[in-house]
């Protein structure tokens, strides 16, 4: 069954430490996406990429880094993470003729 | 101003009952709508698209545009206590499954 899996599934992190943030797909989609998802703010979009080794900015990337070394995985990552970067971040793929298939997200604790 | 906005926030409806959710596009490029559903603890799931003005209807669930207002609806017949989630709406510049913009949601509880 095709899939997007997150990992890990949470992660405490310290003020000012990096975090990476992992996702795998086996839907064989051409674009995959990163979104936070914040109470009141629903899913902002904060990286995407459409071929691999392509990433592009989302609406947020402010602090954000991605990567996408392969079409399977596709990586975000926080150099120095911050208190306000505590959200649940959202993994998903999709191509022209699919709806998104979204992972079951990572909640992220900073302090 | 977030380009897609939901109402309303909550809404509780009792078994058996009508849901109705509200979405509404600020940007005349994003006139493509789609209805996403989260259980609590997992991700989004699609539930339906409408790129046309008028109905779409699948099982339970009807979705109604109006491209001239950029307003879509969706209607929950006969709810369910599994219905109880949170649902977006999502909107497109174009009907492929790309780069969507989603509103902020509207936490939907059935009540048995």
């Known amino acids: 069954e095709a899939a997007v899996t997150q990992s890990p599934r949470s992660k405490v992190a310290v003020t000012g430490g990096k975090v990476t943030l992992s996702c795998h797909q086996t839907n064989n989609h051409d674009y995959m996406y990163w979104y936070r998802q914040d109470t009141g703010h629903g899913l902002r979009l904060i990286h995407y990429?459409?071929?691999?080794?392509?990433?592009e900015k989302g609406d947020i990337p402010d602090g954000y880094k991605a990567s996408r070394p392969s079409q399977e995985n596709f990586s975000l990552i926080l150099e120095l993470a911050s208190l306000s970067q505590t959200a649940v971040y959202f993994c998903?793929?999709?191509?022209?003729?699919?709806?998104?298939?979204f992972g079951s997200g990572t909640r992220l604790l900073v302090i | 101003q977030q380009k897609v906005q939901q109402s309303p926030e909550s809404l509780s409806v009792p078994e058996g009952g009508m849901a109705s959710l509200n979405c509404t596009s600020s940007d005349r490029n994003f006139q493509y709508f789609w209805w996403y559903r989260q259980h609590s603890g997992e991700g989004p799931k699609a539930l339906m698209s409408i790129f046309s003005d008028g109905d779409k209807k699948e099982g339970r669930f009807t979705a109604h545009l109006n491209k001239a207002s950029l307003h879509v609806s969706l209607h929950i017949r006969d709810s369910q206590p599994s219905d109880s989630a949170l649902y977006f709406c999502a909107a497109s510049e174009n009907t492929g499954n790309y780069k969507y913009v989603f509103g902020a949601g509207t936490r939907l509880k059935v009540i048995a």
């Open positions: 990429s459409y071929v691999a080794d392509s990433t």
């Open positions: 998903a793929s999709s191509d022209r003729d699919s709806d998104y298939t």
